[in-house]
C-alpha cells in the first residue's frame, strides 16, 4: 500500500497562487519508474479530471489544457513528494484537489491511478 498525504490548499482571491504538496509513504518502492505522481481536481457535481502528472522516472510532465501555463507540476523522488505549483488562479479552478500514484504508465486517465490521497480544498474568489 502507499499512502499520500496533501498539504497546502487554502483559499486566495483570483491572480493568487498556492502551491500544494504530496508526500507518499508506505510500499513506494512499488512504483515503477513507468509510473506518475499526479493531481486531480474536482468541483462539485463535475467528473474528477486530471490537472497534471508527472512520471516518475523521466520526469516528463502532462498539463489539462485548462491549466496550461499557469500550473507547474515537479517531484522530488528522494523524498517521494510531488508539487503543484498553482498560479494566475481563476474561481474556476475551485475544487477539491487529489494526489494520486500510477505504479505503471500510462498516467493519463484517472483510472490508471492505483492510490489516492483525501484531497485539499483549492477556493478561489473572484
Known amino acids: 500500500q502507499v499512502q499520500l498525504v496533501e498539504s497546502g490548499g487554502g483559499s486566495v482571491q483570483a491572480g493568487g497562487s498556492l502551491r500544494l504538496s504530496c508526500a507518499a509513504s508506505?510500499?513506494?518502492?512499488?512504483?515503477?519508474?513507468?509510473?506518475?505522481m499526479g493531481w486531480f481536481r474536482q468541483a462539485p457535481g463535475k467528473e474528477r479530471e486530471l490537472v497534471a502528472t508527472?512520471?516518475?522516472?523521466?520526469?516528463?510532465?502532462y498539463y489539462g489544457n485548462s491549466v496550461k501555463g499557469r500550473f507547474t507540476i515537479s517531484r522530488d523522488n528522494a523524498k517521494n513528494t510531488v508539487y503543484l505549483q498553482l498560479n494566475s488562479l481563476k474561481p474556476e479552478d475551485t475544487a477539491m484537489y487529489y494526489c494520486?500514484?500510477?505504479?505503471?504508465?500510462?498516467?493519463?486517465?484517472?483510472?490508471?491511478?492505483?492510490?489516492w490521497g483525501q484531497g485539499t480544498q483549492v477556493t478561489v474568489s473572484s
Open positions: 494520486a500514484v500510477a505504479t505503471l504508465g500510462p498516467c493519463l486517465v484517472r483510472y490508471d491511478y492505483n492510490y
Open positions: 508506505g510500499n513506494t518502492y512499488a512504483i515503477d519508474s513507468s509510473g506518475c
Open positions: 508527472i512520471t516518475i522516472g523521466g520526469g516528463s510532465a
